[in-house]
């Protein structure tokens, strides 16, 4: 059997695996022993790749005709494109790149829309709705939005606050890291608002009340000032006066009965912290998708450089970090700020406009635009507030780029088919921002990647000689010139199949304290429950592909989890079927009964189509960021 190595589809680890080929297609996958992200064991997810690459694909351009979608030729479908597209201004178009795709196809999607529409209008699912608080509060403290740490960086800590994410069920490869380093002492710590797969393996737990993590972050950086238990020499960082100053506000009293922990709880667990030599710190979506979530990332980082810690939080998917290092976003062109713009207009032979662009909830929900184009992103399922999403789709002249249809399929009036990640050539970028080569394993017939898509569709538009690139090599070649981050990589080291580094260097250090503003959602009379959303350990996003797996989609997740007593108070009992509203929608799931809910607090997970969960969540977002709170919301119940 053949056997070509390239890297996961999933997570934003970015493991190398070996794919094993008979007759032109996939037999089996096995980890890569010399792989130093994964060490040689891989995930679940990962290793059953094989079970989906043929199932449910799209397989030919498709334009929408008296509300039926009809298979047509690519020329045709560019021609429609063009017609429906080539009128409209720069404020009235979107564009959103992928985290699924390659740095190469997400540098060329931005640039056409710079380039083609003269527009800003550029934002990415997975960083928007998942990171973009990482990215922006660790460009605000160390000046570089990406993490200075690698993930190996786990094996000289002697202890691992986790806090709003579940790596022992959401990233297995890092987890086993920190397992390791369980075994050799290392101590770790949970903060959640429910339990999950990981606090079972917590040293010490603390269960919060949801939103809250501002005022338990405040209260041990206040324990820690109380009892100079930080890092030597912090005194000098900037801010460092005023965050000290701020902390004394959160006594152990206040934080115990704002975050509903007990005093002896918190007591124990900040002093852990305090002992600590050499701290790490792993967060989550569980932090950032609030509307406090740049204060939640402020909070977290302050604690690590007082305690003069590590990062080693993963990203969501795989090449998260690189669709933002490409540019793809609405405030941030390639030049990332630090290069006038004469440059990059002398080498794209064009104006490029620095006009703010609009971010994906503008887009989508709070003033749409006429047309957009999307890459393997599924807003239908994905955004708050569906039922309003819903409507806006109905109205957009939307082009859909991507390798499976799903939900947002149906409002598309344009479909092209794209290949998997490892159906491409080019490179991404991991949560720890190594450059990695990604192999063509397999091909996908008729399906094109993002680069030929809009280099092909340029010349309908009289701008092919901005495009005119032969290969991806070319593509990253110009992303090394105009990225400043990526400026010290060595394109051929890296096409050889060596793994790159972009700029991870700490570029200055500043403490930026934080106040608690309150949570975003309370219990009431009307709606009894806090709902809280997670991830399972076998799917992934909204499953367009982990769906498609016979050994994943064994792994039911259509449920509304409950406590024992509210199922008790409510009359319910496993698989039963609720009505979950807020005050923005509601859903049906089945009921089932877990004793580790708290009462009060009921669980969903967000991939499911037949349970769109985010359908509960209204409009609202972290005022600087624009992340959406995807987190906690009140909810009634009721059986069907």
Excluded at 162 to 175: D, E, R, T
Excluded at 212 to 241: C, H, P, R, S
Excluded at 404 to 427: C, D, Q
Aim: charged share 25%; aromatic share 10%.
């Amino acid at each position: 059997m053949q056997n070509i190595k390239s890297i996961c589809i999933y997570c934003g680890c970015g493991c190398n695996l070996n794919f094993y080929l008979k007759n032109g297609k996939i037999e089996k996958i096995l980890p890569d022993k010399a792989d130093p992200v994964s060490e040689g064991k891989s995930c679940m997810k990962g290793l059953t790749i094989n079970e989906v690459v043929g199932k449910g694909r799209i397989i030919s351009p498709m334009i929408r005709k008296s509300k039926k979608l009809k298979k047509v030729s690519w020329e045709e479908a560019y021609k429609y494109i063009y017609k429906n597209t080539k009128d409209l201004e720069p404020d009235e178009i979107f564009f959103s790149p992928s985290g699924k795709i390659t740095n190469e196809d997400n540098f060329i999607m931005q640039k056409f829309a710079r380039i083609v529409f003269g527009t800003n209008n550029i934002d990415s699912c997975c960083s928007r709705i998942c990171h973009q608080a990482t990215v922006q509060g660790l460009r605000n403290i160390f000046g570089n939005p990406a993490n200075p740490w690698r993930f190996d960086e786990i094996y000289d800590r002697d202890c691992m606050l986790i806090i709003g994410s579940n790596p022992a069920s959401n990233y297995p490869v890092l987890f086993n890291k920190i397992l390791l380093m369980k075994e050799k002492g290392m101590k770790i710590l949970s903060v959640q608002p429910i339990i999950n797969l990981t606090s079972k393996y917590a040293d010490e737990n603390l269960l919060v009340y949801p939103g809250t993590e501002v005022v338990l972050l405040n209260g041990i950086m206040n324990f820690l000032v109380e009892q100079k238990a930080y890092e030597k020499g912090v005194e000098n960082i900037d801010g460092f006066k005023e965050l000290s100053n701020l902390v004394k506000e959160y006594s152990i009293e206040k934080v115990c009965d704002i975050c509903k922990i007990k005093q002896e709880q918190f007591i124990k667990f900040a002093e852990v912290v305090a002992n600590s030599k050499s701290l790490g710190i792993i967060h989550g979506m569980g932090l950032t998708q609030h509307v406090n979530a740049i204060e939640n990332i402020h909070s977290l980082l302050n604690l690590l450089l007082l305690k003069g810690g590590k990062l080693l939080s993963c990203r969501g998917e795989v090449n998260v970090q690189g669709v933002d290092d490409m540019a793809c976003s609405p405030v941030m062109l390639p030049v990332d700020g630090m290069v006038n713009f004469t440059r990059l207009e002398k080498l794209w032979e064009r104006k490029v406009t620095i006009k703010k662009g609009k971010s994906l909830l503008e887009a989508f929900l709070i003033s749409p635009v006429k047309a957009a184009f999307i890459s393997s992103f599924n807003p239908a399922q994905s955004l708050p507030n569906l039922n309003e999403v819903h409507k806006n789709l109905k109205k957009m002249f939307l082009v859909q780029m991507d390798c499976y249809f799903n939900l947002t399929s149906s409002f598309a009036k344009v479909i092209l088919p794209t290949p998997l990640l490892i159906e491409r050539f080019g490179t991404i970028t991991n949560g720890e921002r190594r450059v990695r080569l990604v192999r063509k394993v397999v091909d996908q017939k008729n399906a094109k990647p993002e680069w030929i898509i809009f280099k092909e569709l340029s010349q309908y538009f009289g701008l092919a000689k901005h495009f005119n690139y032969k290969n991806e090599r070319e593509i990253f070649r110009e992303i090394v010139e105009v990225i400043p981050a990526y400026s010290m990589i060595d394109v051929d080291f890296v096409y050889e199949g060596n793994d790159g580094w972009a700029d991870k260097e700490i570029k200055f250090k500043k403490f930026i304290p934080e106040r608690f503003e309150g949570v975003e959602d309370v219990r009431s009379k009307k709606y009894p429950f806090l709902l809280i959303t997670f991830r399972s350990q076998y799917h992934f996003l909204t499953g367009e592909a982990t769906s498609k797996s016979k050994t994943l989609r064994k792994f039911k997740i259509d449920f509304c989890y409950i406590s024992t007593d509210d199922a008790r108070k409510l009359k319910l009992k496993d698989g039963d079927k609720v009505r979950v509203s807020s005050s923005s929608g509601s859903v049906v799931a089945k009921v089932k009964i877990d004793n580790t809910m708290p009462e009060g607090t009921v669980g969903m997970h967000f991939h499911s189509e037949k349970v769109l969960v985010n359908k509960l969540f209204p409009t609202k977002f972290d005022e600087e960021t624009l992340t959406p709170n995807l987190k906690v919301v009140g909810v009634k119940i009721k059986k069907v």
